[in-house]
């Protein structure tokens, strides 16, 4: 079935660090890919997707390529915040004709210190 | 726009009640409603998928005795514990898709911390 695979975390950066969190796949089709970012104690909030091949997502300087080639969605920020830390979800859907759940990879925590 | 509301945020119930979780689209009809499980520092367990006016689909190893869902309408899925017990504590998140494109979107309620003593 299909499936995500994030880097484990925790990811601990200092303020102004470049982030890279790496994220594959395994779907049949071309799915879509997203980003959902948790902060502490709150749901999910969509942070950035992408629908097809070579589609780049991004929102508040976060960034992700659909790559189908490498079948990978990496999130990158260019120089992280305090207030960047959280946890952060990969996670696709399948293109169907209705509503699917979304498949989750286990997340990855960040935590950006001053 | 797209916003999910749950209620309540936070409940602690004795051992044996049944608990409500109510989860709404507050400005999108949303044919289909998913509710997520997640354990501390773990990601999302799918439990079941709702769709508006028929029966919930359960994933495997889901109990729909205990965990009853009901999509009564465009706007409203609930989640029902019965029975709470101690192992039940967890945090129970929906997520409500708009429309029936299939386009992948899916919108997150905040949330509901469940605590069974």
């Known amino acids: 079935g299909d499936s995500v695979t994030q880097m484990e975390g925790p990811v601990t950066l200092s303020e102004e660090a470049f982030l890279t969190i790496n994220c594959t796949y395994t779907a049949t089709g071309y799915p879509s890919l997203f980003w959902y970012v948790q902060y502490p104690g709150e749901g999910l909030q969509l942070l950035l997707k992408a629908t097809k091949a070579d589609d780049k997502g991004s929102n508040k300087g976060f960034e992700a390529t659909y790559r189908k080639e490498t079948t990978s969605f990496h999130l990158e920020k260019g120089s992280v915040q305090v207030s960047d830390s959280a946890v952060y979800f990969c996670a696709l859907t399948p293109i169907t004709a209705g509503n699917t759940p979304l498949v989750f990879g286990k997340g990855t925590r960040l935590s950006v210190i001053a | 726009g797209a916003v999910v509301s749950q209620h309540p945020s936070w409940v602690i119930c004795k051992s044996g009640t049944s608990v409500k979780i109510e989860c709404r689209s507050l400005?999108?009809?949303?044919?289909?409603m998913f509710w997520y499980r997640q354990f501390p520092k773990q990601s999302l367990m799918l439990m079941a998928t709702s769709n508006e006016g028929s029966k919930a689909t359960y994933e495997q190893g889901v109990e729909k005795d205990k965990f009853l869902i009901n999509h009564a309408s465009l706007t409203l899925s609930t989640l029902t514990v019965t029975s709470a017990h101690p192992e039940d504590s967890s945090f129970y998140i929906c997520?409500?898709?708009?429309?029936?494109?299939?386009?992948?979107?899916?919108?997150f309620g905040p949330g509901t911390r469940l605590l069974v003593l």
């Open positions: 997520s409500a898709a708009p429309g029936t494109s299939g386009s992948g979107t899916q919108y």
């Open positions: 400005d999108f009809q949303a044919t289909t």
